[in-house]
């Protein structure tokens, strides 16, 4: 038997959040924050530990700085017991600030090690060990990115079921490789715009059927609105969950992990996708991709009040 039901491959960082700075910014000023978060941040980070939380057998392989941020967000993943053997170690962890006004948000970045990833730094071994690999926030894994394609393929060969969440590119230009990488894709799992991007549609509807003649099964995150997938021909959609959302980051990064969560155990897509719109609302009750899910009474009470697909597990 494996020991890993997932190996995910990506970036991890700390946000450092600041609460209630005034809505102009002077320079110059000493400017207050009413409230402060330090939470773990980064899409792969986010799903890796959320996942873990629910209870799959995770491991992570990322590059992180030897400093202070760095062993803060690997202890992070360790709490919910992320296997972490083959992180690689670079010269200096990323950190995002993100700093709410109202409705509106700087989301300032260094990006460290997020992007230094090398083919190199992988264990394909290691990798291919597990039943099912992931890869999220593909655009900024800018020196592994020209070796996805092979990476993808040898999962696929080595037997692995696999996965992506490309997150938003950057760069707005949508190749790099992706023509490659989506044949060895089984689950592809991106919001309504990035699924109108990759597949250069208008509307989502069309961006769902294109998708769906290049991956066996797409999945298209749509916020409040919940979610869609296709596959073998067949459209299903669920809805959202409501919810008094305290703050959106890492609402898609959760939903994957509800989806991947139930996938792994071998449950249909409908119950992947109510228990993905599950673990997506469920992000959003506190501040931050992760916080939810570090009180797991509080994730199960969730789970229990809210889940239509209690059978599945
Ligand atoms: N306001 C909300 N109320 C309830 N569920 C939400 C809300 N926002 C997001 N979600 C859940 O999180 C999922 C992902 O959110 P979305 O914003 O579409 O993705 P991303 O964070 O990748 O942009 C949605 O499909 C839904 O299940
Ligand atoms: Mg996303």
């Known amino acids: 038997m494996s020991k890993l039901d997932i190996a995910i491959v990506g ?16 320079t110059e000023r000493e400017l207050l924050a009413s409230d402060f978060a330090i939470t773990l941040g980064s899409s792969s ?19 992180i700085g030897n400093d202070l941020f760095g062993s803060l967000a690997l202890d992070r993943l360790r709490e919910r017991g992320v296997n972490l053997e083959c992180v690689a170690c670079g010269p200096k962890s990323g950190v995002t600030l993100i700093l709410p006004h109202g409705r509106e948000r700087h989301i300032l970045t260094y990006p460290g090690t997020i992007s230094e990833l090398r083919f190199e730094d992988l264990d394909l071994d290691y990798l291919a060990s597990a039943r099912h690999f992931h890869m999220s926030s593909l655009f900024l894994q800018r020196e592994l990115l020209p070796h996805v394609p092979e990476l993808f393929r040898h999962m696929k060969s080595a037997g692995l ?34 699924a109108m991007r990759i597949s250069r549609a208008g509307d989502v509807e069309t961006a769902l059927s294109r998708l769906a003649q290049r991956v066996e099964t797409v999945v298209v995150k749509m916020g409040a609105s919940g979610a869609v997938a296709m596959r073998d021909g067949r459209r299903l959609s669920a809805a959202a969950v409501p919810v008094a959302v305290v703050d959106p980051i890492g609402a898609g990064d959760s939903f994957d992990a509800g989806f991947l969560h139930q996938f792994l155990r071998g449950a249909d897509i409908a119950t992947c996708l109510s228990y ?35 059978q599945a597990r």
């Open 11 to 26: 970036e991890i960082n700390l946000d450092l959040i600041l609460y209630g700075l005034p809505e102009q910014m002077p």
């Open 45 to 63: 980070a986010i799903l890796a530990h959320n996942l873990a939380a629910l209870g799959s057998r995770v491991g992570f392989v990322t590059k």
């Open 161 to 194: 079921a696999t996965s992506l969440d490309t997150n938003d590119d950057p760069d707005d230009l949508w190749g790099s490789g992706l023509d490659e990488i989506l044949p060895h894709v089984d689950i592809l799992l991106p919001n309504e715009r990035e």
């Open 276 to 310: 993905g719109n599950l673990c997506g609302a469920f992000s959003t009750t506190e501040c931050g991709g992760t916080e939810a899910f570090r009180n797991g009474d509080r994730m199960q009470e969730f789970i229990r009040r809210h889940d239509t697909h209690r």
